[in-house]
C-alpha cells in the first residue's frame, strides 16, 4: 500500500456527468501533483501545486478543473469530459516542489476512469 | 526542446542475469535523474536519484549511473528475479524543479 490514497480506484461516467476524484497524503508533504497516464504511456503532467496554491497548469482543458482544499488534500473536479479522457489519473505528493531533485515523487495507485 | 528517451521499450532476460536499462536526454542537461518502478495497474514508485555530480549510485541490487559526456543514464538490476519483471522510468526535472518529466519506459521480463 502507499502512502497517498486516492479514491475511488474505478470510475465509469458519461460525457455529461460531474464527478471528483481525491487524494489524500498524510506525509507532511508541501507540494501536490496530477498526472494523466495512458495505456502503455509514460505519466504527463497536468497539475501542480505547491504550498496549496496552483504553480503549474500544463495547459489542461477546462473540463478538468484541480483543488488543494489543505496541504493533506487535493481534488480533481471533472465536467463534460470526452472518451479520449479515459485513463489512469494519479496524484503524487513530494516535500517540496522547489526542491524536487532531492524530493522524489509519492504516487498513489490511480484512478482508473473510463468516459462513455 | 528538450527530450529524455528509453530506448528499448521492452527487455526480455534470463532469471539471474544482469538487466540493463538506458536513459538518454539531448538538448540539456539535467541537474538529476530519477529511476522509478511501476506495475500494471499501479502507481510508479521511486527506486534511485542521482545527481550531475555523481557517477554511480547503488542500492541493495541496482545500481545508476550517469554520464553527463555520452547524456546518458544506465540502470542496472543485477542477480534478476522474476519479481523484478515491471515497467521502469527514468524522469528528470524539466525547465523548472517542479516539474518532473517521464521517459516512454522499459518494460523488463525476467523468464525464471
Known amino acids: 500500500d502507499t502512502e497517498v490514497t486516492q479514491t475511488p480506484k474505478h470510475l465509469v461516467m458519461g460525457m455529461t456527468n460531474k464527478k471528483s476524484l481525491k487524494c489524500e497524503q498524510h506525509?507532511?508533504?508541501?507540494?501536490m501533483y496530477w498526472y494523466k497516464q495512458k495505456a502503455k504511456k509514460p505519466p504527463e503532467l497536468m497539475f501542480v501545486?505547491?504550498?496549496?496554491?496552483?504553480?503549474i497548469n500544463e495547459s489542461v482543458p477546462s473540463r478538468f478543473s484541480p483543488e488543494c482544499p489543505n496541504s493533506s488534500l487535493l481534488n480533481l473536479h471533472l465536467h463534460a469530459l470526452q472518451p479520449e479522457d479515459s485513463a489512469l489519473y494519479l496524484c503524487?505528493?513530494?516535500?517540496?516542489?522547489?526542491?524536487?531533485?532531492?524530493?522524489?515523487?509519492?504516487f498513489g495507485n490511480g484512478t482508473r476512469l473510463t468516459v462513455t | 526542446s528538450q527530450k529524455i528517451e528509453q530506448n528499448s521499450e521492452a527487455l526480455n532476460i534470463q532469471e539471474g542475469k544482469t538487466a540493463t536499462l538506458t536513459c538518454n536526454y539531448t538538448?540539456?542537461?539535467?541537474?538529476?535523474l530519477q529511476w522509478y518502478r511501476q506495475d500494471p495497474g499501479r502507481g510508479p514508485v521511486f527506486l534511485l536519484l542521482?545527481?550531475?555530480?555523481?557517477k554511480e549510485k547503488r542500492k541493495e541490487r541496482l545500481k545508476v549511473t550517469f554520464d553527463t559526456t555520452l547524456k546518458q543514464s544506465l540502470f542496472h538490476i543485477t542477480a534478476s528475479q522474476p519479481a523484478d519483471s515491471a515497467t521502469y522510468l527514468c524522469?528528470?526535472?524539466?525547465?523548472?524543479?517542479?516539474?518532473?518529466?517521464f521517459g516512454s519506459g522499459t518494460r523488463l521480463l525476467v523468464r525464471p
Open positions: 503524487a505528493s513530494s516535500q517540496a516542489a522547489e526542491s524536487s531533485y532531492n524530493s522524489p515523487l509519492h
Open positions: 506525509m507532511g508533504h508541501r507540494a
Open positions: 501545486y505547491s504550498y496549496e496554491k496552483l504553480s
Open positions: 538538448n540539456y542537461s539535467p541537474a538529476y
Open positions: 542521482i545527481r550531475e555530480n555523481e
Open positions: 524522469a528528470y526535472g524539466g525547465d523548472s524543479s517542479y516539474k518532473l518529466i
